[in-house]
């Protein structure tokens, strides 16, 4: 029942995420004759040579690679890509098929950081789940199993020869502007794909590490780990507080540390990834565990 509702969410989600995407091609990126990378960009310049609309070219390119992937990369791979393959090259001609959707703005920087973010929304949603948008991301997954070459940079290698290849029918204007909703698209991606997963690593190290960790079990009820640390003037062996804790607990951590030993030295740094207990798994009763190991 679980894996079923996980399936229905995941379908929704990956709808949603090409009809985003898709908004921001069809109704920002292509009337403004702004230069775009992946499937849709390899279609603009196949439609300078062939009198197809670029949604159905984009229907094509997703049908080849979906096959390609399919006898490539396996079933596996083809059955995480064949609803994006589908669902957006549709949302594309629907979106392009209502003119008023077409002439939302004439102001073309607008369109150029309006493009930037529903494309960077779209493929966050989509990669967040861990699926693919197929079309173009396919080449750099088979390079990637081939040859080794990193699915990153085979896909910045491929989204530059893509978007080089449109400079020959773009204004110089609609490459600046490109360019814009590029790196608007890229940094919004990384965005989402982290969204709501912002968290602190803090590190205690302090020679009242045994105080200090009941505390936080206590009064901040969070677990934490011993980790075994050298000083570097002393020389001394003893234990640091390793702990895993919400943004706003931070100031709390600190004020109990601060308490117990004025002198710790306390380190934070950010995490965009936790798993477990309190964070993903249901909190456990901490002093429960305690009296029981006891």
Do not use: W
């Not at 995420?17 to 908004?23: E, Q």
């Not at 085979?154 to 893509?162: F, K, R, S």
């Not at 100031?251 to 207990?277: C, L, Q, W, Y």
């Amino acid at each position: 029942m679980h894996s079923v509702k996980r399936v229905l969410r995941d379908t929704v989600l990956v709808v949603l995420g090409n009809a985003i995407l898709a908004f921001g091609v069809a109704v920002f990126a292509v009337p403004s004759s702004l230069i775009v990378g992946g499937a849709t960009g390899l279609s603009l310049i196949i439609g300078h040579f062939i009198p197809v609309n670029y949604a159905s070219i984009v229907f094509g390119i997703n049908m080849v690679m979906l096959v390609l992937g399919f006898f490539t990369l396996g079933k596996k791979f083809a059955a995480g890509t064949v609803l994006s393959s589908f669902i957006f090259p549709f949302f594309l001609a629907l979106f392009e098929s209502i003119p008023q959707l077409q002439h939302l703005t004439s102001d073309v920087l607008l369109c150029a950081i309006y493009a930037g973010i529903f494309t960077g929304v779209g493929l966050g949603i989509v990669f967040r789940l861990g699926y693919s948008t197929g079309g173009m991301d396919v080449p750099p997954i088979i390079f990637n199993k081939k040859t080794g070459i990193s699915v990153a940079l085979a896909i910045n290698v491929l989204d530059t020869i893509i978007l080089v290849g449109q400079v020959f029918f773009s204004s110089f204007e609609g490459i600046l502007y490109g360019i814009i909703t590029v790196f608007i698209s890229t940094f919004v991606l990384d965005r989402v794909i982290v969204m709501g997963e912002k968290n602190l690593q803090v590190l205690v190290i302090s020679s009242k590490h045994e105080e200090i960790a009941e505390a936080i079990f206590k009064e901040i009820d969070r677990g934490c780990t011993f980790v075994n640390v050298t000083t570097g003037y002393f020389h001394q062996q003893q234990k640091a507080v390793l702990c895993v804790l919400n943004n706003r607990e931070y100031a709390k951590i600190n004020d109990v540390v601060m308490e117990i030993d004025p002198t710790a030295f306390i380190i934070g740094s950010e995490i965009h990834s936790v798993k477990g207990r309190g964070f993903t798994l249901p909190n456990v009763d901490l002093d429960k565990q305690m009296r029981d190991h006891l």
